[in-house]
């Protein structure tokens, strides 16, 4: 399929280079063309499913930029968080409580078929859950049935056994509020190798 | 020891009953004496170590009642999330963002030692890990070292294996902020037979 892969930094190059892997056709996108860069409306416009890796504070503009038209009936993965680092470390939420990223996403493109997904984790997991010894999970939120199936599939090929499908996009909420204890974890433990597991 | 278990509730009942089958004393404090229960103020007075089990809407007037004076010097143990159900289910945080209950208490309550734990699970398991099969984690937010200390100590005791010291009371921010997914993920398993775990 065509992936167009909005956002240039260490999520979007492990997502491109997972997709890659699994013989997708893919576009960077970014805010400027060039380097084999794509504008993010390039992108969008040119690929049936579209990544939004960019940073949270920029997600909603760079989405804008690719265009709603370039969205609309696609499926959009997600995987933003937040962050809000104005004040310095530890990054706050800028948005939390009864609304997410996630939902804000969905509200300003109502068309998009948005898949809140691999947002829990190190950017060196998302596409190579191997990297961790132990059992670990990643979730699903988005109010299309079919869009979290097509999602469920890729992460399924890139090695994940446990996707935890948490409900509709209002559950992004949820996994947003986890990076700041994910944050907290770097200094526990002392490397970004690590994810969350939800034990029974 | 001797614990004052604050609250009466199903997190009241599962700590109390643990620190029970471990050979301590313990004293449930809720707001009006009888019934086998002392007030607040009757049972922090008399402990050494206090357990904040009551609704997080109620802890901060749970524990004037009690008394600062009754925890000065003392470990106490919240447990508590910021819950609020005004706007019906699921539930947001009163407190979150730069600030925690943790810290609220800690702030309002400079002379007790609080350690924040065991409020990212079910009561079930709180005091009685080996419930779940698999391997799973209880953090630690403390100021105090030796009341950190003391807290693991307790948990080891009831077969907790992976006790995760996060940092000071500022690090209770990422745990308290896992309820909201801990209470989607009752939706998406169907039981609370569950815990989070850090996977390497």
């Known amino acids: 399929m065509r992936f167009a ?3 240039t930094g ?8 997972g997709l890659v892997s699994q013989g997708h056709d893919i576009r960077v996108g970014s805010r400027s063309s060039g380097d084999g860069r794509h504008t993010f409306a390039e992108a969008a416009l040119w690929a049936e499913v579209v990544v939004n890796a960019t940073k949270g504070a920029a997600s909603l503009e760079a989405l804008r930029s ?3 038209a370039n969205l609309a009936g696609k499926v959009l993965i997600d995987v933003a968080n937040p962050l809000d680092f104005s004040k ?10 009864d609304d997410s990223l996630g939902e804000r996403i969905q509200r ?10 691999l947002n829990t984790m190190g950017a060196s997991i998302m596409a190579n859950p191997r990297r961790l ?4 999970d990643v979730f699903l ?13 890729i992460l399924r090929a890139w090695g994940w056994k446990v996707i935890l499908d948490l409900g509709d996009i209002t559950t992004a909420r949820g996994t947003e509020m986890l990076m700041p204890l994910w944050i907290r974890l ?9 994810n969350f597991h939800v034990a029974r």
């Open 186 to 194: 770097l200094g526990t433990i002392g490397n970004a190798d690590y």
């Open 5 to 7: 892969v909005l956002g």
């Open 10 to 17: 260490d999520v979007g190059k492990a997502i491109g280079a």
């Open 66 to 68: 690719a265009g709603a």
């Open 141 to 153: 939120s988005g109010n299309d049935k079919a869009a979290k199936e097509l999602v469920a599939g």
């Open 108 to 117: 300003e493109f109502p068309q998009a078929r948005v898949v809140k997904t």
């Open 133 to 136: 010894k132990e059992e670990h």
């Open 88 to 97: 310095g470390m530890p990054p706050t939420l800028f948005v939390q409580g």
